[in-house]
């Protein structure tokens, strides 16, 4: 396991922009984001393995958010660009840091490492 460190959240209007990332403790590697409402399951947002070989995103975010990462300074971003309000959740990054699988997963139980979560709030 790695610590992850989470920033970038925040409020934003509809049609606007934000950037999150996220800072490993140590190297991974798979890492994905996902999301959750109050009340409900956590969602699979996207993923990217280490060597940018494979990137995977649920379709509602396709031609907006875009996740890349740096793996020199062990840190996964999502670009988040024309933000809607159903975009509104609590953004959680999360990374496969001992088994090295491909391709990156889109399950929870797929990353053993997880960041505190950071809040992204769209009002319209």
């Known amino acids: 396991q790695v610590q992850l460190v989470e920033y970038g959240g925040g409020l934003v209007q509809a049609g606007g922009s934000l950037r999150l990332s996220c800072a490993a403790s140590?190297?991974?590697?798979?890492m994905g984001w996902f999301r959750q409402v109050s009340g409900k399951e956590r969602e699979f947002v996207s993923a990217?393995?280490?060597?940018?070989?494979?990137?995977y995103y649920i379709d509602s975010v396709k031609g907006r958010f875009t996740i890349s990462r740096d793996n020199a300074k062990n840190t996964v971003y999502l670009q988040m660009n024309s933000l809607k309000p159903e975009d509104t959740a609590v953004y959680y990054c999360a990374a496969d840091s001992l088994r090295g699988r491909l391709p990156p997963g889109q399950n929870t139980g797929f990353y053993d490492s997880w960041g505190q979560g950071t809040q992204v709030t769209v009002s319209s």
């Open positions: 140590g190297r991974t590697f798979s």
């Open positions: 990217i393995s280490w060597s940018h070989g494979f990137t």
